[in-house]
């Protein structure tokens, strides 16, 4: 005889916990459960490109975040300190829901969406960074990342330069990367060290 089935099953869980202990809500993300060493910790072992790149270790994300912000850098010299650290901090939601290649983020369509946005507004609010990155930032960080994307893209990922043109657009002339993946920890570490920086002249400057 069959055991009566169990009709009063508990809710999905829906938070995750992180190494620091902190419990982060994923429908209702708090600011106080997002510390910089869990986001570091957790995007040094995110790989770009579904992890399909060369060398003896993945890409990171964490990796990728240093390396736009200092392309935001290149481009705009005389960019404010919180404005780095949006570029910094521009992926900082992968830290709980990975990365995720563009053709599967369109078929997930808006619930993911309205995940990562949920995930970075709390984000932003732990480091006092507009809810809302201003357009000029956002296009600022958008060529950033293109530039970086072609050069994973063409070094790492096994794509020709003109497959990446049409991708990502060409990169501006005398903007060079030679692009080697770092081992988790050093990643990491590279990451807490550069939010540290910005986070300090940011405090610095209030």
């Known amino acids: 005889m069959k055991a009566p089935r169990n009709t009063q099953s508990s809710p999905p869980r829906v938070w995750q916990r992180m190494l620091s202990g902190r419990r ?10 997002i510390e910089l060493e869990d986001i570091a910790h957790g995007l040094a072992r995110v790989a770009r490109w579904n992890g399909q790149t060369q060398g003896q270790h993945a890409f990171s994300v964490a990796q ?5 912000e200092h392309l935001c850098c290149q481009l705009h010299p005389d ?3 919180k404005s780095r650290l949006t570029a910094l901090l521009h992926d900082a939601s992968e ?7 563009s053709p599967f983020k369109a078929v997930l ?3 993911y969406k309205d995940v990562e946005s949920r995930l970075t507004h709390a984000i ?10 201003p357009v000029r930032l956002k296009r600022l960080i958008k060529k950033a990342d293109n530039i970086c994307a072609w050069f994973e ?9 003109e497959e990446a043109d049409l991708l990502f657009g060409c990169p501006p002339k005398g903007i060079w990367l030679d692009l080697k993946p770092q081992a988790p920890e050093a990643a990491q570490a590279d990451l807490i060290r550069h939010s540290l920086a910005v986070l300090a002249i940011i405090e610095a400057s209030s």
């Open 24 to 33: 982060l809500d994923l429908l209702d993300p708090s600011p106080m459960d």
């Open 64 to 68: 990728h975040s240093v390396l736009v």
């Open 79 to 81: 960019l404010p300190a």
């Open 95 to 101: 830290y709980v829901i990975g990365d995720m290649i």
């Open 109 to 111: 369509g808006d619930s």
């Open 124 to 133: 932003h609010a732990r480091f006092g960074l507009r809810a809302v990155i």
């Open 153 to 161: 893209a063409t070094q790492l990922a096994g794509f020709s330069p």
